[in-house]
């Protein structure tokens, strides 16, 4: 593992915000951050200047986490409860799709490429973030949400509302605690 690197860290480094790749890039070289591109872009650089990701995630030490693309079934993602950074509001997103004999396809998605992607899939184009209550320090936790609450949101209320077909399983990325050998 490399230096401790925390979250709060983040908020200090001037990311350049329209220019993703440089800033992952950064990242990786300069603070040796080892994570796939997409958790670096939607966690570490996006919400690393957000008050409620800085009380959440500050005090995680980012080389200590291990991250994984995995497959989640459904049902895990239906039983997610209050674990996630925005809880009220996955539940809101997921009423939306209650009104979808009013409004239609917008209850799922207003962007045409995402929408057909639910419609031929059931399931998102970008895997959310998850991670393990260990790395909170809530081994009690199986899985908490850190960012994607408006694609799960979307999930639970397109699944309990039969509005379409969802997939069996969902790709996630999954932060761990890396093993000390």
């Known amino acids: 593992m ?3 690197l925390k979250f709060s860290d983040l908020q200090n480094i001037n990311f350049l915000r329209f220019e993703a790749e440089s800033s992952i890039k950064r990242l990786q070289n300069e603070y040796g951050i080892d994570a796939p591109k997409s958790v670096i872009e939607q966690f570490y650089i996006d919400h ?3 008050f409620q990701f800085q009380e959440l995630y ?3 030490d980012l080389n200590s986490i291990e991250w994984q693309l995995v497959e989640i079934p459904t049902s895990k993602m ?6 996630a950074t925005h809880p009220d509001f996955i539940l809101e997103v997921s009423e939306d799709a209650s009104h ?3 409004i239609g396809d917008s209850a799922i998605d207003c ?3 995402v929408l057909e992607h639910w419609k031929q899939h059931g399931t998102w184009i970008t895997p959310p973030i998850f991670i393990k209550g260990e790395v909170l320090g809530k081994p009690e936790i199986d899985l908490h949400l850190v960012e994607g609450h408006t694609r799960v949101g979307c999930l639970c209320g397109l699944t309990n509302y039969q509005v379409i077909e969802v997939a069996k399983v969902h790709k996630v990325y999954l932060g761990k605690l890396k093993s000390v050998n």
Do not use: F, M, P, T
């Not at 239906?78 to 674990?83: I, K, M, T």
């Open 111 to 113: 962007r045409e490429n």
């Open 100 to 102: 979808y004999d009013e």
């Open 2 to 4: 490399g230096d401790a």
């Open 48 to 50: 690393s200047d957000k």
């Open 78 to 83: 239906l039983n997610l409860g209050r674990s």
């Open 58 to 60: 500050g005090a995680i």
